[in-house]
């Protein structure tokens, strides 16, 4: 069981706009900056977003961040086959003094 | 650039210890901490801990307290992470991840450490 609850799965087609929703807590989320993940299968993860909407160096702004309250969204627009990941969130507890993740968001590319 | 190398894979008993390795190049190691994650087979990621690099201070997930040990040495650039009283639900791999600070998001990851625990 997850501190911060993702939907285990989303799907789109090609080219197409995916929303990924993350929701926490005012000891987490609310109160803390949110991180993003891309995990491609069998590799390391990737940080995708952070600070909540912000992105590295080289992350195409196909990828988006923003939070609400005690929730976050991770927005990928034009969608291609090579977004096909586990994609998870992550921030700051404050409760528990460690960091938490979602359980994770499997993207489909139909 | 900067690059984090794990090696190999472990297979431990229940009841044993494994000390997984994390060798960083392509910046200043302790001008950063190291993170460690884990994530057991078709699971989610699980944050372990955070030690700094420059003065050694630790910061670890409560559920693994007095189990976990996490150092460096400066003088290879190399982070360790010890694991005690393995159980067989602390098979995973297990990765490095370079970050800032013990809540900050890391921003380059190691490959992974399979680490499989099995009588």
């Known amino acids: 069981q997850s501190v911060l609850t993702q939907p285990p799965s989303v799907s789109a087609a090609p080219g197409q706009k995916v929303t990924i929703s993350c929701s926490g807590s005012?000891?987490?989320?609310?109160?803390?900056?949110v991180s993003w993940y891309q995990q491609l299968p069998g590799t390391a993860p990737e940080l995708l977003i952070y600070?909540?909407?912000k992105r590295p160096s080289g992350i195409p702004d196909r990828f988006s961040g923003s939070k609400s309250g005690t929730s976050a969204t991770l927005g990928i627009t034009g969608l291609q086959t090579g977004d096909e990941a586990d994609y998870y969130c992550g921030t700051w507890d404050s409760s528990l003094s460690g960091v938490v993740f979602g359980g994770g968001t499997k993207l489909t590319v139909l | 650039q900067v690059q984090l190398v794990q090696f190999g894979g472990e297979v431990k008993k229940p009841g044993a210890s494994v000390k997984v390795s994390c060798k960083a190049s392509g910046y200043t190691f302790t001008s950063y901490g190291i993170t460690w994650v884990r994530q057991a087979p078709g699971q989610g990621l699980e944050w372990m801990g955070w030690?700094?690099?420059?003065?050694?201070?630790?910061n670890y997930a409560q559920k693994l307290q007095g189990r976990v040990n996490m150092t460096t040495d400066t003088s290879t650039s190399t982070a360790y992470m010890e694991l005690r009283s393995l159980r067989s639900d602390d098979t995973a791999v297990y990765y490095c991840?370079?970050?800032?600070?013990?809540?900050?998001?890391?921003?380059?990851w190691g490959q992974g450490t399979l680490v499989t625990v099995s009588s």
């Open positions: 005012s000891s987490n989320i609310g109160n803390n900056y």
């Open positions: 600070d909540n909407n």
């Open positions: 030690i700094n690099v420059y003065n050694g201070n630790t």
């Open positions: 991840a370079r970050s800032k600070g013990y809540g900050a998001p890391p921003d380059y």
